[in-house]
């Protein structure tokens, strides 16, 4: 249970990891969660499905090493064990009746949509995406999900692969040459999924972002996840983490995400010293 059965480095810091979990993989669905704990003494982090096989009895994780669990994570082998993996958590996407969706990833956020876009595409929905990142050094998945897809569009910031500029330029290219769509999946950075989501308000699509702010338990019991919806308290465990993106007070989650940087960093610093001396 949790061994971690196939790993590879898909850019310079993100993961993919395929663990074996027979009872997480039989009822994982799109937009669900795990959170895992890498030792004994670690946090509890939140991670994404990215993939699912459920004759393999397999989950697949796509992470990017930002901070001290996740670089832990990322030392482990084939062969390893994760420690606990709890899942799937949260409630699936909701995607009957779309004819034509536009979904847009951004960074790891292509990793995040994957698993929505096979799904979307195997119930005959017509899929155009954008997904994007600082360089093509840090686009990942393109070939993997360019199959499942009516159109494929990639923007990089530097402009060293597709459209020099922002997932956004794309998205508002494509909606103001006349596209139509039934909704609009956006998975990545906080600043992205408020500009998408600013952007397709005005044009009256409906938009779903996932958010994944701090989370402990996972269970709705501790609070920290929560998030500001439509005026009204959300807890990203149990009622996202997919959410209508006009209504996300996203300003309010930033400021949270920040809450314990400096503990972040400081903690970073002690793991780097004790892996340079071989603590």
């Known amino acids: 249970m949790n061994r971690i059965v196939k790993k590879k480095v898909l850019a310079p810091a993100v993961k993919l990891i395929e663990v074996e979990n027979h009872l997480i993989a039989k009822k994982a669905q799109p937009g669900?969660?795990?959170?895992?704990?890498?030792?004994?003494?670690?946090?509890?982090?939140?991670?994404?499905?990215?993939?699912?096989?459920?004759?393999?009895?397999t989950?697949?994780?796509?992470?990017?090493?930002?901070?001290?669990?996740?670089?832990?994570?990322?030392r482990l082998e084939e062969g390893d064990r994760i420690l606990d993996l709890v899942g799937p958590l949260g409630?699936?996407?909701?995607?009957e009746g779309l004819q034509r969706v536009v979904v847009v990833g951004g960074?790891?956020?292509?990793?995040?949509?994957?698993?929505?876009?096979?799904?979307?595409?195997?119930?005959?929905?017509?899929?155009?995406?954008?997904?994007?990142?600082r360089n093509k050094d840090l686009i990942i998945l393109e070939e993997e999900i360019k199959p499942y897809c009516a159109n494929l569009y990639i923007a990089t910031d530097d402009g060293s692969k597709g459209h020099k500029g922002f997932v956004t330029d794309v998205l508002k290219r494509l909606l103001d040459e006349g596209n139509r769509y039934d909704r609009a999946i956006a998975v990545g950075p906080l600043i992205?999924?408020?500009?998408?989501?600013?952007?397709?308000?005005?044009?009256?699509?409906?938009?779903?972002v996932s958010m994944n702010p701090i989370m402990v338990d996972g269970t709705g019991m501790c609070g920290c996840c929560r998030l500001t919806v439509g005026g009204q308290t959300k807890f990203a465990c149990v009622?996202?983490?997919?959410?209508?993106?006009?209504?996300?007070?996203?300003?309010?989650?930033?400021?949270?995400?920040?809450?314990?940087?400096?503990?972040?960093?400081?903690?970073?610093?002690?793991?780097q010293r004790s892996l340079k001396e071989g603590v």
Do not use: W
């Open 32 to 57: 669900q969660f795990v959170i895992l704990r890498v030792h004994e003494k670690g946090e509890r982090i939140p991670l994404t499905i990215s993939d699912y096989d459920r004759e393999k009895g």
């Open 239 to 271: 009622d996202g983490p997919e959410f209508d993106g006009h209504l996300v007070d996203f300003d309010e989650v930033i400021k949270r995400t920040a809450m314990y940087r400096e503990e972040e960093k400081t903690a970073m610093e002690l793991l």
């Open 107 to 133: 960074g790891l956020g292509t990793a995040l949509v994957f698993s929505q876009v096979k799904e979307l595409h195997r119930r005959g929905t017509k899929v155009d995406c954008i997904i994007g990142a």
């Open 192 to 208: 992205m999924m408020k500009v998408v989501s600013n952007l397709t308000r005005q044009y009256g699509l409906p938009t779903v």
């Open 59 to 74: 989950v697949t994780i796509i992470f990017q090493e930002v901070g001290k669990t996740t670089t832990l994570l990322g």
């Open 91 to 95: 409630k699936p996407t909701h995607l």
